[in-house]
């Protein structure tokens, strides 16, 4: 089984919907990420957390909020959809600030 | 500020053809640590190197090589002999001081058979 999983793997949805992409990990890992990539773009920071109860904003935390609901899960939700955010979203977890990211396969998020 | 630039959008060689992929990164901090990743077309990212500040020591890993140059502020990275399963969209990226990862913008590396 994959140590990094991602629900669900594509997603259409309309502008104005709320919806949560979820991540779990069986890495043990304290610290996990949201990543968005846009082509051309590399990944972009949305939020990280170093434990349950430490949550910070990345780069581009507007539009989007986060929920560590335990060591092993970490949901990102849009509040409400908008075409921008079109793009393809990795959880990623690491063992520490400066070790290697771990990352699930990705959402495929498409807003219409 | 913190930056890495991969200023190769895309490189397209033959199979066999050795290749370089280039990496320059901008930091204030003294302690930083640099990575590569591939992004095969399945989508999935994989880890690939993890190098720190103080060692400028090359890397070999079978085909793959690293080339860490402070002096430059630059990390690249070498495929020798490439093959057409080492084409994938590769990023390099950097941890600042808040450890969080400054990514590149990728390189798309095509190789032809």
């Known amino acids: 089984d994959a140590d990094v999983t991602q629900t669900p793997r594509n997603r259409i949805t309309k502008t104005g919907k709320r919806i949560m992409l979820e991540c779990s990990q069986t890495?043990?890992?304290?610290?996990m990420y949201w990543y968005r990539q846009d082509p051309g773009l590399g990944l972009r920071l949305i939020y990280y957390?170093?434990?349950?109860?430490?949550?910070n904003k990345g780069e581009i935390s507007d539009g989007y909020s986060v929920s560590r609901q335990a060591q092993a899960k970490f949901s990102l939700s849009l509040e409400s959809a908008i075409p921008n955010q079109t793009a393809l979203y990795f959880c990623?977890?690491?063992?520490?600030?400066?070790?290697?990211?771990?990352f699930g396969p990705g959402t495929r998020l498409t807003v219409t | 500020a913190q930056k890495v630039t991969q200023a190769q959008t895309e490189i397209s060689v033959v199979e066999k053809e050795d290749v370089t992929l280039d990496c320059v990164y901008e930091?204030?901090?003294?302690?930083?640590?640099l990575f590569w990743y591939k992004q095969p077309p399945s989508g999935e990212l994989v880890f690939l190197i993890r190098?720190?500040?103080?060692d400028e020591q090359n890397e070999i890993s079978g085909r793959y090589s690293w080339n860490f140059q402070k002096s430059t502020s630059s990390f690249n990275f070498t495929i020798t002999a490439s093959q057409v399963v080492d084409s994938a969209v590769y990023f390099c990226?950097?941890?600042?001081?808040?450890?969080?990862?400054?990514w590149g913008a990728g390189t798309k590396l095509i190789i032809k058979p």
């Open positions: 990623a977890t690491s063992d520490g600030g400066d070790y290697e990211q771990y």
């Open positions: 890495k043990g890992h304290d610290r």
């Open positions: 957390s170093f434990d349950v109860k430490d949550i």
């Open positions: 930091t204030r901090d003294t302690t930083y640590y």
């Open positions: 190098r720190n500040s103080f």
């Open positions: 990226a950097l941890v600042d001081s808040n450890y969080q990862l400054i």
